[in-house]
């Protein structure tokens, strides 16, 4: 089968594996090489490539039924890649429904994390590149160019962006509506492990600027701190230091606690208008429970943030209908807008054949 | 030209639009999950200008500043409020804190308007010839308007702190300041109250060295007492004695109290000359 016209075909998180997907990522010079292949392939009149974490997906616009095929052939053969594995996982769509395709990845409703933003930074890097090497023309630009606004329409009228899905950006979230801007809050990660930098970076994404790290290993701490830049300190002083700190990020792996409810209720009597915000991400918990119980403490554990991760997400999945919708009108209206230039672009016979599914085996 | 109207005519007016922002922001809650901020803010500001029209051929009528009768302090405080809620409201940001308004200013004059016993007796020259007595009259009730913006502050704080303790995140969390910001707003606008109800206080203690017998005592009293919580309120924050969930329950019932000690004063202007069948026409 073939795909003539305007085509999408790719692997992405929906049916590739994470092992698979590994495999199928172009580095850097295999994504250089790959540009120059497909720039010269015969039939293959604009392209752009998107290569993400979840997804490679090439959009083309194809002047025979066999540029699809040879695009997906090439593309194997460049990463050593079984051809009838690939066919087996690879997305293919044709026309108008390309269009939605990509409209729909670049509004975030076809990500793993549903409603992400990040993807449409990446869809526009992806056309910037593919514009600046010359590889788009009259039929990619515009399609990318309205599938950007389309985006950005589903964004401002529909929830599905709003509320983090990740445990960290649920945490960074509710110390905003804590302590409004981060700038000026004080941050204690404890803890110097992978949960931990991750949440102590997503602070520092959206303003956070002091951050001290204590770990159980000092070494080990001042190691996380130059890599936050941030500072480091002696675990045994937390307690007695807690006065300081707005917000604690507790992802030891301790086996008992490391905050007593003394030591809070302590740092809360120096502090007492001032909201102090603790987040033990710790298994076994790191902070007394009881805590949750002073006046002015916000306790959040892993179960309270996993439980506004999954609210979020199911939210975002309810809007997904709607977002659809309005980028199926949008996807229809610009086929149409783009059915004539590709008409005038690609000759008739490869035209008026009916989308695949899938692009033929090579 | 303002007396086209009656002072009722434009007070009608200035609380239909203070209606009509409190329901243009529930259908805005409603169908968008967030108030209309903009069109809150502008239905408030066309309800200002007019209720101060309203309040100035009301002025006029009664030979000063109308604060004779409960129609009247009503609506004075809820002008006040107004007035803090223009100004604040801007740098505030936030779409909550105008429909929160709304809802005052239209229950304060509604409310005021649709009890005609509340306007039975209109007094004129209700402070004689003295303008201190004026002044302190004004500053007082004005700093009622201030507690009320008050309140509404304390019953966003509240409502942020159900939300972050209970871990009950709804999509009508996301209307709220963050909760510190609510905290420092709630400080700063006791502060001001307080500022301002002791200018009053100042006023009318000094008069009263001069003239004893011209001041009634239960006014007097009754506005020391809302004084005195407010800065006993004021000072126990300061010191960290009282701050979250009990300063904000407190804020609230300062206003409460703030308008029940309207009733005093009100009752103690009974000797003052009546204007029944004066209204503006």
Known sequence: MSTPGLFVLGATHHRAALAVREKLALDATAAALLHAELAALPGLREFTVLSTCNRIEFYGVAENGDVAARVAAAFCARQRFNREEFDKICLGLGDEAAVRHLLEVAAGLDSQMLGETEIFGQVKAAYAAAQTAGNTGPVLNRVFQKCFQAAKHVRTHTAITEGHVSVANVAVDLAISIFGGLADARILLLGAGEIGEKTARAFQSRGAASVTVASRRLERAMELARALGASALPFEQREARLAEFDIVVCATAAPGMVLGLDAIATAMARRPAQPLFLIDQALPRDVDPAAAELENVFLYNLDDLAQITERNRLAREAEVGKGRAILADRAAALWRAVAPQLAASVPTQTRGEAAPQKPASA | ?281
């Open chain 2, 1 to 281: 030209m303002l007396s086209a109207l009656s002072d009722r005519t434009w007070l009608w007016a200035a609380a239909g639009c203070y209606f009509a922002g409190l329901a243009f922001g529930t259908i805005a809650l409603l169908r968008r999950g967030r108030p209309a901020g903009a069109a809150t803010y502008a239905l408030i500001a066309i309800g200002y200008v007019l209720q101060l029209a309203g309040l100035t051929v009301r002025g006029r009528a009664v030979g000063g500043c109308p604060l004779g009768n409960p129609f009247e302090l009503l609506q004075f405080t809820a002008w006040s409020a107004t007035t803090l809620y223009l100004i604040v409201g801007v740098a505030f940001r936030h779409s909550l804190l105008g429909y929160l308004t709304a809802a005052l200013a239209a229950g304060l004059t509604l409310s005021s308007l649709a009890v005609p016993a509340w306007d039975a007796s209109q007094r004129t020259q209700l402070f004689g010839s003295n303008p201190w007595i004026e002044l302190h009259a004004a500053l007082a009730v004005f700093s009622y308007g201030v507690f009320g913006l008050l309140a509404l502050t304390s019953v966003m704080f509240l409502l942020r702190h159900r939300t972050l303790k209970a871990k009950d995140l709804g999509w009508w969390a996301a209307l709220l300041p963050p909760i510190r910001d609510l905290d420092l707003i709630g400080v700063r606008l006791l502060g001001t109250g307080a500022v301002i109800l002791t200018a009053a206080l100042a006023v009318i203690v000094l008069f009263f060295a001069r003239e004893p017998a011209a001041v009634s005592v239960a006014k007097f009293a009754a506005t020391s007492l809302v004084w005195l919580a407010c800065v006993t309120t004021l000072a126990l924050r300061l010191r960290g004695r009282l701050i979250a969930q009990r300063f904000a329950l407190l804020g609230i019932a300062l206003f409460v109290a703030a308008l029940l000690s309207l009733v005093p004063v009100d009752g103690s202007r009974q000797g003052t000359p009546a204007r029944v069948e004066g209204r503006t026409p």
